[in-house]
């Protein structure tokens, strides 16, 4: 053994030595106070966002100019992150990431309150806003959504009255039924997976609560079989698989395309997607674009009645929160109370508003008519969904399952849907004893 | 590297001692050695600094992160032996993402022998060879991002290969990424389109080593370009197609890029990496994908000293 392996070896064991990581625990539960006097809040705080359009048009600049007459010493700057929840994560690691900042997905909820300083209790603040219960830790509300969304179809209005179709369909057998009618009858692709990006093919598991109009839907994920017969996300996921199978879906789903999908469906040539309410604005733009009707574009809740009325899940978008690190806390807070009660976002974006007492956007005037039923799933047991999501590497959160759901559906893998179903249960249920729930 | 420069160092400093007067007084001619054997280390602080920080550190951290069960942000981590390691063995799920591999490896079969080919045909002299070189090596300088989406264009349904097809009168209605087969071999030629280049450049540097009298003297004696390319060419190269083999297997292990833009794994194609990917990302299991990651790194270091074994790098002697 020469001087230079020895070298290598002691270098090496050197470097085995350090390793872990270390996120300062010494600001934990820190609040962010909304500060009295507008005029007195000064500092810089940087803001990041999803929202790379809004960023580079302009529009959040617009917002920020507004928020300025009201706190004329405070600097919001933007950062806008394409691959967002991957690049926040990382940066988590370290106190730099921003000052107002988007909850990522990732955060387990018992550790808000290492990451994000409080905005006040859960008591005080559920009086003004829905969905406090998303970022609520032991009492105290860490985040709070700009705007709510609710799952649905997009769906071509002209294409389905083409095809025959007026009244929403109400079980999923009468969905298939229409959209075989769409398929026989019109040119379009009756509906369209967008299989290839994936996270379209997650927003199936928003079905969660709509089939049976149960608030308590996500307990039900955490305690009980989610593909037990009858199941909310069984049920959905039957719907997916039988459209498939039925080859009511585009021909080539692996090479679908999100961006083409928008005037695709605007022009008519696709007639449905299952989406959410954040996509009507997108779809409308894509039709001014194509020099088509934005009228066309409607929204349908998932074909399910109890008692003869649909139900409609509204949830947060995500949730913005104050980097517990932050220098400028009140400043960071002021933002968030700005942009969330003040602020024309909502509004402009078509959503539901997160204040109780705002009235529901137009394009859910069709939903207040049909008379649809708005239901806020309770989300105490949010968080161990999602440890036992992890923990099963099932993914309800995460396209693969449902792209292995379609792939069985058209053939390209091999198995039974039931097979399929009960592995699903079997992992599921499995994490949960582990999980200790 | 570091021996040579410390050698040569070694050598002028002796060669310099006896030259010195000889009543040098001792501190001195020390503290010349000591500076002289210092001066390679000095040269190398950078290299080292680089070497250190961007690839045994992270390195270190990952085996560190293999050991417990952190989940990529939380401040808590638990040490957990190596339970991450025992679940990769266990889990047979875990290792079917190799077959996948199976694709990458037979595609690089046909890639080092379609290289070698046009490294054998170009290193003659052939009309507008260096045009072909480019054309040939081409490929590899587009990014791989790029390579991804303009193949899924490719692919679609409808796309160029179907319209370039339907030139010849074959109107195809297949979905050339709809089945987990026809995928991976899709996704396995787009990387032999890619890749080829690279082979193909180091076989033509390593044709054009060999003497050209040697084809002289072999056509004189008969050799046909059979002849040459068995005899002469083919022995001749062995390092570089050894090396080249040793690649294309750890390339073909993890293979990542191409089925990661193009289809993110779906529909069979899923590779260890991205696997590797999933769990650290999508289910925030970063102490299990470092353990994957380390597995990965064991087996590409398996493979390359087996190959070592069995095709020992002897020296070329054609002459």
Redesign the interface.
């Given at each position: 053994m020469n001087r230079r392996h020895i070298l290598a070896m002691v270098v090496g064991a050197a470097l085995l030595v350090p390793g872990c990581t270390g996120t300062g625990g010494t600001s934990k539960g820190a609040d962010a106070k909304a500060p009295d006097d507008p005029s007195k809040v000064t500092g810089t705080i940087k803001v990041l966002t999803v929202r790379t359009d809004l960023v580079q048009d302009g529009t959040m600049k617009k917002y920020a100019a507004e928020f300025n007459k009201t706190y004329p010493k405070v600097k919001v700057e933007f950062e806008a992150l394409t691959n967002y929840e991957s690049e926040v994560k990382i940066r988590m690691n370290t106190e730099n990431y921003g000052d107002v900042l988007l909850i990522p997905a990732v955060i387990k909820k018992s550790d808000y309150p290492k990451f994000f300083a409080s905005l006040g209790t859960r008591q005080e603040r559920g009086k003004k806003y829905r969905f406090t219960d998303f970022t609520t830790v032991d009492g105290k509300v860490y985040g709070q959504t700009p705007v709510g969304v609710s799952p649905g179809f997009v769906y071509n209005k002209r294409v389905w009255k083409e095809a025959g179709v007026t009244d929403w369909p109400t079980t999923p057998a009468e969905f298939l039924d229409d959209l075989k009618a769409i398929k026989s009858k019109t040119d379009a692709i009756p509906y369209y997976t967008n299989f290839a990006a994936g996270w379209t093919l997650t927003s199936w598991t928003s079905v969660n609560g709509s089939v049976h109009c149960d608030a308590k839907a996500t307990d039900k994920l955490a305690e009980g079989d989610p593909w037990a017969k009858d199941a909310d996300l069984r049920v959905g996921d039957t719907l997916l698989y039988d459209t498939v199978k039925s080859g009511l879906i585009e021909k080539d789903p692996t090479t679908s395309n999100w961006e083409q999908s928008k005037p695709r469906t605007a022009k008519g040539e696709i007639a449905t997607q299952w989406l959410g309410t954040w996509a009507i604005v997108q779809f409308q733009d894509a039709a001014k674009k194509a020099g088509v009707n934005p009228d066309d574009i409607g929204f349908m809740p998932f074909p399910s009645q109890v008692d003869g009325k649909f139900c409609a899940v509204i949830g947060p978008d995500y949730n913005q929160a104050v980097n517990v690190h932050s220098k400028h806390k009140d400043a960071a807070r002021a933002w968030i109370d700005w942009f969330t009660d003040k602020s024309t976002y909502a509004q402009d974006n078509l959503a539901i508003s997160p204040l109780k007492d705002a009235p529901l956007p137009a394009v859910m005037k069709p939903y207040e008519d049909a008379g649809v039923k708005f239901i806020e799933v309770d989300d105490g047991k949010g968080a161990q969904v999602k440890s036992i999501d992890n923990q099963s590497e099932t993914g309800i959160y995460a396209p693969e399952y449902r792209q292995k759901l379609v792939d069985l559906a058209r053939g390209a893998r091999k198995g039974s849907l039931d097979d399929f179903f009960a592995d699903l249960s079997e992992r599921w249920t499995e994490a949960q004893k582990n999980s200790g729930s | 590297m570091?021996?040579v420069t410390e050698k040569t160092a070694f050598r002028s400093g002796a060669g310099a001692a006896p030259a010195a007067p000889a009543p040098a007084p001792a501190p001195p001619r020390r503290r010349l050695r000591l500076r002289r054997g210092i001066t390679p280390w000095l040269f190398l602080i950078a290299p080292l600094a680089l070497l250190?920080t961007f690839t045994?550190?992270p390195?270190?951290?990952m085996?560190?992160?293999s050991l417990?069960d952190?989940?990529?942000?939380?401040?808590?981590?638990n040490y957990t032996g190596v339970g991450n390691y025992t679940e990769i063995f266990t889990r047979e799920d875990l290792f079917r993402v190799f077959f996948v591999s199976g694709y990458y490896l037979a595609a690089s079969v046909v890639q080092i022998v379609a290289a070698l080919y046009f490294a054998t045909i170009l290193s003659f002299n052939v009309r507008f060879r260096n045009f072909f070189k480019g054309v040939l090596f081409f490929p590899y300088l587009i990014n791989g991002v790029a390579i991804g989406f303009v193949f899924?264009y490719f692919?679609?349904?409808g796309?160029t290969l179907d319209s370039v097809l339907s030139l010849f009168g074959y109107h195809s209605d297949h979905?050339?990424?709809?089945?987990?087969v026809s995928?991976n071999t899709s996704l396995a030629g787009v990387s032999v389109w890619r890749y080829m280049g690279v082979n193909f450049v180091l076989f033509l540097g390593a044709i054009q080593s060999i003497p050209g009298e040697l084809y002289e003297a072999a056509e004189l004696d008969g050799a046909n370009r059979w002849h040459q390319f068995r005899y002469i060419i083919a022995p001749g190269i062995k390092p570089v197609v050894t090396l080249t083999v040793i690649l294309s297997i750890s390339g073909s292990l993890s293979a990542f890029e191409i089925p990661y833009i193009m289809?993110?794994?779906?529909?069979?194609t899923a590779t260890f990496v991205i696997q590797t990917l999933?769990?650290a990302?999508?289910?925030?299991?970063t102490g299990l994908a470092s353990a994957a990651a380390i597995v990965l790194l064991l087996i590409i270091l398996l493979v390359t000293w087996v190959q070592r074994r069995l095709v020992p790098d002897d020296r070329v002697d054609l002459v």
């Amino acid at each position: 053994m020469n001087r230079r392996h020895i070298l290598a070896m002691v270098v090496g064991a050197a470097l085995l030595v350090p390793g872990c990581t270390g996120t300062g625990g010494t600001s934990k539960g820190a609040d962010a106070k909304a500060p009295d006097d507008p005029s007195k809040v000064t500092g810089t705080i940087k803001v990041l966002t999803v929202r790379t359009d809004l960023v580079q048009d302009g529009t959040m600049k617009k917002y920020a100019a507004e928020f300025n007459k009201t706190y004329p010493k405070v600097k919001v700057e933007f950062e806008a992150l394409t691959n967002y929840e991957s690049e926040v994560k990382i940066r988590m690691n370290t106190e730099n990431y921003g000052d107002v900042l988007l909850i990522p997905a990732v955060i387990k909820k018992s550790d808000y309150p290492k990451f994000f300083a409080s905005l006040g209790t859960r008591q005080e603040r559920g009086k003004k806003y829905r969905f406090t219960d998303f970022t609520t830790v032991d009492g105290k509300v860490y985040g709070q959504t700009p705007v709510g969304v609710s799952p649905g179809f997009v769906y071509n209005k002209r294409v389905w009255k083409e095809a025959g179709v007026t009244d929403w369909p109400t079980t999923p057998a009468e969905f298939l039924d229409d959209l075989k009618a769409i398929k026989s009858k019109t040119d379009a692709i009756p509906y369209y997976t967008n299989f290839a990006a994936g996270w379209t093919l997650t927003s199936w598991t928003s079905v969660n609560g709509s089939v049976h109009c149960d608030a308590k839907a996500t307990d039900k994920l955490a305690e009980g079989d989610p593909w037990a017969k009858d199941a909310d996300l069984r049920v959905g996921d039957t719907l997916l698989y039988d459209t498939v199978k039925s080859g009511l879906i585009e021909k080539d789903p692996t090479t679908s395309n999100w961006e083409q999908s928008k005037p695709r469906t605007a022009k008519g040539e696709i007639a449905t997607q299952w989406l959410g309410t954040w996509a009507i604005v997108q779809f409308q733009d894509a039709a001014k674009k194509a020099g088509v009707n934005p009228d066309d574009i409607g929204f349908m809740p998932f074909p399910s009645q109890v008692d003869g009325k649909f139900c409609a899940v509204i949830g947060p978008d995500y949730n913005q929160a104050v980097n517990v690190h932050s220098k400028h806390k009140d400043a960071a807070r002021a933002w968030i109370d700005w942009f969330t009660d003040k602020s024309t976002y909502a509004q402009d974006n078509l959503a539901i508003s997160p204040l109780k007492d705002a009235p529901l956007p137009a394009v859910m005037k069709p939903y207040e008519d049909a008379g649809v039923k708005f239901i806020e799933v309770d989300d105490g047991k949010g968080a161990q969904v999602k440890s036992i999501d992890n923990q099963s590497e099932t993914g309800i959160y995460a396209p693969e399952y449902r792209q292995k759901l379609v792939d069985l559906a058209r053939g390209a893998r091999k198995g039974s849907l039931d097979d399929f179903f009960a592995d699903l249960s079997e992992r599921w249920t499995e994490a949960q004893k582990n999980s200790g729930s | 590297m570091a021996d040579v420069t410390e050698k040569t160092a070694f050598r002028s400093g002796a060669g310099a001692a006896p030259a010195a007067p000889a009543p040098a007084p001792a501190p001195p001619r020390r503290r010349l050695r000591l500076r002289r054997g210092i001066t390679p280390w000095l040269f190398l602080i950078a290299p080292l600094a680089l070497l250190i920080t961007f690839t045994y550190v992270p390195i270190a951290n990952m085996a560190a992160y293999s050991l417990t069960d952190w989940d990529g942000v939380s401040p808590e981590l638990n040490y957990t032996g190596v339970g991450n390691y025992t679940e990769i063995f266990t889990r047979e799920d875990l290792f079917r993402v190799f077959f996948v591999s199976g694709y990458y490896l037979a595609a690089s079969v046909v890639q080092i022998v379609a290289a070698l080919y046009f490294a054998t045909i170009l290193s003659f002299n052939v009309r507008f060879r260096n045009f072909f070189k480019g054309v040939l090596f081409f490929p590899y300088l587009i990014n791989g991002v790029a390579i991804g989406f303009v193949f899924l264009y490719f692919f679609q349904d409808g796309g160029t290969l179907d319209s370039v097809l339907s030139l010849f009168g074959y109107h195809s209605d297949h979905a050339w990424l709809g089945t987990p087969v026809s995928a991976n071999t899709s996704l396995a030629g787009v990387s032999v389109w890619r890749y080829m280049g690279v082979n193909f450049v180091l076989f033509l540097g390593a044709i054009q080593s060999i003497p050209g009298e040697l084809y002289e003297a072999a056509e004189l004696d008969g050799a046909n370009r059979w002849h040459q390319f068995r005899y002469i060419i083919a022995p001749g190269i062995k390092p570089v197609v050894t090396l080249t083999v040793i690649l294309s297997i750890s390339g073909s292990l993890s293979a990542f890029e191409i089925p990661y833009i193009m289809t993110g794994g779906a529909t069979g194609t899923a590779t260890f990496v991205i696997q590797t990917l999933n769990l650290a990302f999508r289910f925030n299991k970063t102490g299990l994908a470092s353990a994957a990651a380390i597995v990965l790194l064991l087996i590409i270091l398996l493979v390359t000293w087996v190959q070592r074994r069995l095709v020992p790098d002897d020296r070329v002697d054609l002459v």
